[in-house]
Structure formats: C-alpha cells, structure tokens
C-alpha cells in the first residue's frame, strides 16, 4: 500500500492578535472577528410589552390583544414581533430567561447568524430584555366607561307567549352562539344580544336566520368623527323579526300561496318552525314549506294559537289508510271533555233536563266527527287537545272566504296526559341559560333571561316554561335539537306543597314544579282510581348530559 501524505495546511497570522489561523477574507481569528464585527447591531437589547390586567391579555402588534401563557410559544412571538432588526439576520433559537413573576421584566436569549464578509457566516449568542408596561385595552376601556356595546341584535316577535324565546335560547346554548355576547336584555316581544364587534352581531343573525325564519334590518348610528384622519366611530343596530306562527298554530293561508304551494288546502297546521314554516294539512297528511322570503312576501297570521286550545275525549278512531312519517290519517269520533264533567255533575244535582250546556260554550254532550294527522297515537278513551272551530269567533279575510260547508267543527293538534300530569310533581333533567344580565338565584325572577320584568309578564314566562317542557317530553324529534342535563338530587326531590311555586335553588337549573295552566285540569284532582297512561313519555336517562362545566378542579394542597 502506498502512503500518501497529507497535505500541509498553511496557516497565516491574525492581523490583530498575531495568532496562527487558517486563511481566511478577513484574515482575522474569530474573537478579533467578533470585536471588529457586531451582528447585533440594529437589534435594541430592551424593548417593551403591553398588558392587560383585567382580562390578562397582551398587545400583539398592531392592534390585537391575545391571551398567552407565562412563557409560552404565543408569548415569545409577541416579544420577537417587538425586535425591528431581527429581518436583516437569520434567528436560530429564542428562549425564556427564568426571571420573578412580580418583576415586570421579560428575558429572552437569542441566537442568531449573519454573514459579515465572503464566505464568512458570524453566529452570536445575545440577551434582550423586555419591560411589562400596565395598561387597559379598548374593551376595558369601554367597560370601565359604561359603554360596553357597540352592535346589538334585536330579536322580536309579535305573540302573546314567550316559547319561542325559550326554544331559541337553547339552541343558542347548544351551537354556542352566545359565546361573544357580552350581555342579554328583555325587552317587550323579545330579547336584546349586545357584542363588543360589529362581526359577532353579524354571526349571531346569520344564526338566528339559520334556525327560525326571520327578516333582517340593520342601521347605524354615528357617535364620532375625527376630520383631521377621517376616522368614524359607529354603533350598529340589527333588528331581526320572527314569524308569528309557532307550533301547533292553526293557520289559514292566502289562496294563490296554497296553489304556489303544491295546491295544498289553505287550513293547515304548524308542525315544526325551522329555517322554514311545515305546514300540514290535517285532511290529506300533505306537507308544505314555507320559507321567510316567501312568507313575508305575502304574510298571514295565525287564526288560533295554543292558548285557544280545548280538551276533547276520543270516542272512536279508525285509521283510513294514508301515512306521512309519522302521522296517520284517521276520521276520529270526539266530544269535549267537560262534557263527561257535566253528566256526573247533573247526577250529583238530579238534573234531568236531558241536556248538557256549558255556559261558554253551549252544549257540550254533542259528538263531533272529524278528520285528524293523528291516528297512530290516539285510542278511544285518549285525551286529545284540539281547536273548536264550531265555537270559535275568528276576524279573518282569507279564512272567512272559506265554504263554510267545508270547514270542520274542530281540528285536533296533539294528545294529551291530564292524569299522569296531576300526578307528576319533578323532572330529573334541567335546562340551562344564557342569561347574563342578572345572575340566577334562589331569589331571581324568571326563566333565564326571560321573566326578569316581574308581575304578569313572569307568570306567563312560568305557564309558557312548564308548556315548553312538556313539549320537549312529548316530541323525541324537538327534544333532540337541545340539550338536556342531569338535574341535582336537591332538585328531584318531591316537594310538600303543590302548585306553581318555584323550588328555592332552582336559579340556573331552571326546574320548575308543574303547573296548572288549563282550566280543565284545574276543575278537578286526580283520584288514586284514575288510571294513567300507558304511553306517557318518558325521556331516557342516555339523553341526559352532565353538567360538566360546573364541576371545578382543585390543586391538591401541599
């Protein structure tokens, strides 16, 4: 094998210090390199950083405010944001300097590379120090000022019952549609959502125009104007207005809407208010939808609501045949159920007259025939909640060009359970609320961010609540579009006293004690030989969520 040597290495002198170094542009050694040559020059050894001590937030440069960790990734951005010179090197590393929570000050070490002559890359380890400056950002600002808001939504609807405020608010609880509302307002017909951003007022109504059909009107407001930069400072108004037509309306619609509609018959019931109106027409299971643009094109009212609703005892039931989803056409044999009342109170009396009258409504012994959507859940014996047209004084264009021939003596809407309900005292499941005006307590008014105005506009809050549950217990389909927690054991227990009043506690939960809002089930208790309902619903305890963010972690003491 043939040894071949190595090359010599020729070595030069350092121009400054003299020492033996290998050739290089500047013929310098890297501690002479570095004293003749700073790469940190540009970059300020101390700079400053902005805090929030309200909402414990930092200045990101230019205008936004973000929340960071102590030491964190988002932290140390911020401060690298802060350094001018850093784009005229290449940074190699950056880390925190362990310094005192209290100190206001920043340590950061950099690493950073420059090439300072040809073919000559200078790398350098140095230390900038940043200052934390106290402050308050704007929306501190506008808190500390009373002027919190600048957009607000809002919501109204022109009905005498506040279920559909409360179906809303659960839906917002459960897409998280309130997480940027800064406060909610009752006001009358509806309910006002205040943002500190114009762009969340604008997510919120393209929210509300996603689940309920609704028209849209905004405004704005100027507060100031600065002429020497042309700069503005608004307030921004949305009003959002709700289709008075609810569930279990029954509505009369505009004959040339009925034929555009799939010719549907022009006396129809609401079955569901989504981003449109379903209407059904109870006589041949057809189905039409109605959307806000098409509806407030040619708008109509509805000609009897759920307060107007009466109770009747199912005869006799025949199926005919025609299905749609769930509902079965059926002719049905009904008559009202004070008439039952009035023959066991003509017994008690020795009233033999032979007839039956009711002093609001005539006579009540009669045996109504009629046509129902609801033949695969009623049973002769059933209780069924209906209209009574026959007895009812309706001021409408549309329903009084109507043949009268035509028209049936009473429409039913949905069955009902008036033993299991005088018998039923709690719910062990809750709902919960957006309200952020007034905190919730065992002394607080209302339900959520309803009922807080007090008197009568609170007691019907409390009639339309317990309806509400009710139609979440009844309707699998409604109660899957909310959520419904666990409710506490405090809460299930049954209560001594009967009736509408509210159980101390219940506050944020919501729960309330059923009440009474039909005449009818006030004329009389449930008896221990009553027979209940076989098929009273009952919600499946899978259904149920826990209430996990009021669960609050502990450190263990050391």
Same mark, same amino acid.
């Given at each position: 094998?043939?040894?071949?040597?190595?090359?010599?290495?020729?070595?030069?002198?350092?121009?400054?210090?003299?020492? #033996?170094?290998?050739?290089?542009?500047?013929?310098?050694?890297?501690?002479?390199?570095?004293?003749?040559?700073?790469?940190?020059?540009?970059?300020?050894?101390?700079?400053?950083?902005?805090?929030?001590?309200?909402?414990?937030?930092?200045?990101?440069?230019?205008?936004?405010?973000?929340?960071?960790?102590?030491?964190?990734?988002?932290?140390?951005?911020?401060?690298?944001?802060?350094?001018?010179?850093?784009?005229?090197?290449?940074?190699?590393?950056?880390?925190?300097?362990?310094?005192?929570?209290?100190?206001?000050?920043?340590?950061?070490?950099?690493?950073?590379?420059?090439?300072?002559?040809?073919?000559?890359?200078?790398?350098?380890?140095?230390?900038?120090?940043?200052?934390?400056?106290?402050?308050?950002?704007?929306?501190?600002?506008?808190?500390?000022?009373?002027?919190?808001?600048?957009?607000?939504?809002?919501?109204?609807?022109?009905?005498?019952?506040?279920?559909?405020?409360?179906?809303?608010?659960?839906?917002?609880?459960?897409?998280?549609?309130?997480?940027?509302?800064?406060?909610?307002?009752?006001?009358?017909?509806?309910?006002?959502?205040?943002?500190?951003?114009?762009?969340?007022?604008?997510?919120?109504?393209?929210?509300?125009?996603?689940?309920?059909?609704?028209?849209?009107?905004?405004?704005?407001?100027?507060?100031?104007?600065?002429?020497?930069?042309?700069?503005?400072?608004?307030?921004?108004?949305?009003?959002?207005?709700?289709?008075?037509?609810?569930?279990?309306?029954?509505?009369?619609?505009?004959?040339?809407?009925?034929?555009?509609?799939?010719?549907?018959?022009?006396?129809?019931?609401?079955?569901?208010?989504?981003?449109? /109106?379903?209407?059904?027409?109870?006589?041949?299971?057809?189905?039409?939808?109605?959307?806000?643009?098409?509806?407030?094109?040619?708008?109509?009212?509805?000609?009897?609501?759920?307060?107007?609703?009466?109770?009747?005892?199912?005869?006799?039931?025949?199926?005919?045949?025609?299905?749609?989803?769930?509902?079965?056409?059926?002719?049905?044999?009904?008559?009202?159920?004070?008439?039952?009342?009035?023959?066991?109170?003509?017994?008690?009396?020795?009233?033999?007259?032979?007839?039956?009258?009711?002093?609001?409504?005539?006579?009540?012994?009669?045996?109504?025939?009629?046509?129902?959507?609801?033949?695969?859940?009623?049973?002769?014996?059933?209780?069924?909640?209906?209209?009574?047209?026959?007895?009812?004084?309706?001021?409408?264009?549309?329903?009084?060009?109507?043949?009268?021939?035509?028209?049936?003596?009473?429409?039913?809407?949905?069955?009902?359970?008036?033993?299991?309900?005088?018998?039923?005292?709690?719910?062990?499941?809750?709902?919960?609320?957006?309200?952020?005006?007034?905190?919730?307590?065992?002394?607080?008014?209302?339900?959520?961010?309803?009922?807080?105005?007090?008197?009568?506009?609170?007691?019907?809050?409390?009639?339309?609540?317990?309806?509400?549950?009710?139609?979440?217990?009844?309707?699998?389909?409604?109660?899957?579009?909310?959520?419904?927690?666990?409710?506490?054991?405090?809460?299930?227990?049954?209560?001594?006293?009967?009736?509408?009043?509210?159980?101390?506690?219940?506050?944020?939960?919501?729960?309330?004690?059923?009440?009474?809002?039909?005449?009818?089930?006030?004329?009389?208790?449930?008896?221990?030989?009553?027979?209940?309902?076989?098929?009273?619903?009952?919600?499946?305890?899978?259904? /149920?969520?826990?209430?996990?963010?009021?669960?609050?972690?502990?450190?263990? #003491?050391?």
């Amino acid at each position: 094998m043939e040894f071949v040597p190595v090359p010599a290495v020729h070595r030069v002198l350092c121009a400054d210090c003299g020492t #033996a170094i290998e050739p290089n542009s500047a013929n310098l050694c890297i501690p002479c390199l570095r004293n003749s040559v700073d790469i940190t020059e540009g970059i300020p050894k101390q700079a400053t950083v902005n805090f929030c001590r309200n909402c414990e937030r930092f200045l990101s440069p230019p205008a936004t405010w973000v929340i960071t960790e102590p030491e964190s990734r988002e932290l140390l951005a911020i401060c690298l944001k802060k350094l001018k010179g850093l784009s005229k090197v290449r940074l190699i590393d950056a880390g925190f300097i362990w310094t005192e929570p209290h100190s206001k000050r920043l340590r950061v070490k950099l690493t950073i590379q420059k090439e300072v002559f040809t073919s000559t890359i200078l790398q350098q380890i140095f230390e900038v120090e940043y200052i934390v400056l106290y402050g308050q950002c704007p929306d501190c600002t506008k808190l500390a000022a009373k002027n919190t808001w600048k957009a607000i939504v809002q919501v109204r609807q022109k009905v005498a019952h506040k279920r559909t405020f409360l179906y809303l608010e659960q839906l917002i609880i459960k897409h998280g549609a309130d997480k940027d509302t800064i406060s909610v307002k009752e006001v009358k017909d509806g309910l006002d959502f205040f943002y500190a951003q114009r762009s969340h007022a604008i997510k919120m109504v393209e929210f509300l125009n996603a689940v309920v059909p609704a028209k849209t009107k905004d405004s704005e407001q100027l507060l100031s104007r600065d002429t020497h930069s042309n700069v503005s400072n608004y307030k921004f108004s949305y009003s959002v207005e709700i289709v008075p037509i609810c569930r279990d309306d029954l509505v009369c619609i505009p004959r040339k809407l009925a034929r555009s509609s799939g010719n549907i018959n022009q006396l129809a019931v609401c079955t569901r208010v989504a981003g449109s /109106l379903q209407l059904l027409d109870f006589t041949t299971l057809q189905t039409a939808d109605v959307s806000s643009i098409v509806y407030w094109r040619a708008p109509f009212e509805a000609i009897a609501r759920s307060s107007d609703l009466v109770e009747f005892i199912v005869l006799d039931i025949e199926p005919s045949g025609p299905t749609n989803g769930k509902f079965v056409l059926a002719d049905a044999q009904v008559t009202l159920n004070t008439a039952l009342l009035g023959k066991k109170s003509r017994a008690a009396t020795g009233d033999d007259s032979g007839m039956d009258v009711d002093n609001n409504i005539g006579r009540t012994d009669d045996v109504y025939h009629t046509r129902t959507h609801l033949g695969r859940f009623l049973n002769p014996g059933d209780t069924v909640m209906g209209y009574f047209l026959q007895r009812s004084n309706i001021n409408n264009d549309d329903f009084e060009a109507l043949d009268p021939d035509q028209l049936p003596d009473v429409v039913l809407v949905k069955k009902s359970y008036p033993v299991r309900r005088k018998k039923h005292e709690h719910r062990d499941w809750k709902l919960k609320s957006i309200a952020k005006e007034a905190e919730d307590g065992p002394d607080a008014l209302g339900r959520g961010a309803l009922g807080r105005r007090g008197g009568l506009d609170q007691e019907r809050v409390e009639r339309d609540y317990e309806t509400f549950l009710r139609d979440l217990e009844e309707d699998p389909e409604l109660r899957a579009t909310v959520n419904l927690y666990k409710a506490d054991v405090a809460m299930t227990e049954p209560s001594a006293k009967k009736g509408g009043k509210r159980k101390d506690g219940a506050g944020d939960a919501m729960q309330v004690e059923d009440v009474q809002d039909s005449g009818v089930l006030a004329d009389s208790e449930a008896t221990d030989d009553e027979q209940e309902e076989a098929d009273f619903p009952q919600i499946n305890p899978d259904e /149920l969520l826990d209430a996990m963010d009021d669960l609050k972690i502990q450190d263990d #003491a050391e």
